[in-house]
């Protein structure tokens, strides 16, 4: 029976980058349909105390999902996932985080039209993208960050790891996934990270 996957992302969160790719590799090895969602770091942080360094970054996250939004509203969800991968390989793989290059040349990656990055700094798509954030956020709770992922009906935050599970290995921990989200009042598994995220 074919699983629906709903994964929320951020493109500046290198967590989210690599459980999407992660998620690439489970449509190859199991009976999923996936569609890209967008969430906002920039929303989930309003308010919060963060250091002076976090506060410049959430003032830049919005550009981005401002302009997946636009795409979304233009073009439908696989836009989404067409533009968020190419921002992604753009800003974590090939790591230029100038948002003025990026945008935009990832919009031409994609196909879409140039015109889309304006809407970076255009905030009549707000509304949009905060009604987009919590569709994905409201059923998994406000104490966790991105990714966030639905399978059919249960939502969770991650999974978190590195380096990108590829093949049956990506499809087993996906297996592992369904089966905690499936256990009635399952909550929580962690364990500290070690290590920076890796795109390999």
Known sequence: ???????????????????????????????????????????????????????????????PVRVLIAAESLQGATAVRSLYETMGTIY????????????????????????????????????????????????????VGTPVIHIDDVALFGPVVTPIPRGEAAGKLFDGVVLVAGTPGFYELKRSRGEGPSFA
């Open 1 to 63: 029976m074919t699983q629906n996957i709903d994964l929320y992302v951020d493109p500046a969160c290198p967590w989210a980058w690599i459980t999407s790719r992660w998620v690439g590799e489970v449509e190859r090895v199991r009976d999923v349909t996936v569609t890209f969602h967008v969430m906002s770091l920039a929303v989930l942080n309003e308010g919060r105390e963060m250091p002076e360094h976090y506060v410049d970054l959430m003032k830049k996250a919005w550009a």
């Open 92 to 143: 974590h793989e090939e790591q230029n985080k100038d948002l003025e290059y990026m945008v935009p040349e990832a919009l031409r990656r994609a196909g879409l039209p140039a015109e889309l990055a304006a809407a970076m700094w255009d905030d009549r798509y707000d509304e949009d993208l905060r009604a987009s954030h919590h569709r994905g956020m409201d059923p998994v709770g406000f104490d």
